[in-house]
T-cell receptor, first 114, second 111 residues
Framework: AAGVIQSPRHLIKEKRETATLKCYPIPRHDTVYWYQQGPGQDPQFLISFYEKMQSDKGSIPDRFSAQQFSDYHSELNMSSLELGDSALYFC?????????????FGPGTRLTVL | DAKTTQPNSMESNEEEPVHLPCNHSTISGTDYIHWYRQLPSQGPEYVIHGLTSNVNNRMASLAIAEDRKSSTLILHRATLRDAAVYYCILRVPATGNQFYFGTGTSLTVIP
């Protein structure tokens, strides 16, 4: 079965640079969630989208923005990167009509800021 | 404040049952209890979820206290592949089905 795809899997950036993370949800899933997991920490919710509209917002810094496109893929844009942004970034998807109660996570993008 | 609390780590012998506890004393009536597990450098994987009644699936069982302030994930026979961090999560429909992760329990399975 198709799973959530995230790209790139690994990304290395310098401080103050920008980064774009991409997420391709499971086909027919209409909701995308972004999470940040720092070293040794639990995942923290950043933001979610339902049918291309922002659904909910968590602890996402103002330097970050995200959107969901017409094909339901989502991108997380991160600007003015800081050392503390180094983390695993997970995308998850779900469907409000199929199994709204279960989020399926991608493999994550490991971002390293030097 | 964390919505769920879990022990940091637990050990189990292979082929033995494992009971992973979770406290969620501030749970509201519409919040769901989810369990996911995560292997190193991988995304969390769905295990089981429930609202009020106990639940069983091919992976595990979920026992929910009558007052819903705690729950227990039960792995009936631990295998080496079950070694992972297990997260007890509240899904809150009131906030767009947002997941609130606990700190997770790192399960070690001893051969």
């Amino acid at each position: 079965a198709a799973g959530v795809i995230q790209s790139p899997r690994h990304l290395i950036k310098e401080k103050r640079e920008t980064a774009t993370l991409k997420c391709y949800p499971i086909p027919r899933h209409d909701t995308v969630y972004w999470y940040q997991q720092g070293p040794g920490q639990d995942p923290q919710f950043l933001i979610s989208f339902y049918e291309k509209m922002q659904s909910d917002k968590g602890s996402i810094p103002d330097r970050f923005s995200a959107q969901q496109f017409s094909d339901y893929h989502s991108e997380l844009n991160m600007s003015s990167l800081e050392l503390g942004d180094s983390a695993l970034y997970f995308c998850a998807s779900s469907s409000r009509t199929l199994r709204a109660d279960t989020q399926y996570f991608g493999p994550g993008t490991r971002l390293t800021v030097l | 404040d964390a919505k769920t609390t879990q022990p940091n780590s637990m050990e189990s012998n292979e082929e033995e049952p494992v009971h992973l506890p979770c406290n969620h004393s501030t749970i509201s009536g519409t919040d769901y209890i989810h369990w996911y597990r995560q292997l190193p450098s991988q995304g969390p994987e769905y295990v089981i979820h429930g609202l009020t009644s106990n639940v069983n699936n091919r992976m595990a069982s979920l026992a929910i206290a009558e007052d819903r302030k705690s729950s227990t994930l039960i792995l009936h026979r631990a295998t080496l592949r079950d070694a992972a961090v297990y997260y007890c999560i509240l899904r809150v429909p009131a906030t767009g089905n947002q997941f609130y992760f606990g700190t997770g329990t790192s399960l070690t399975v001893i051969p």
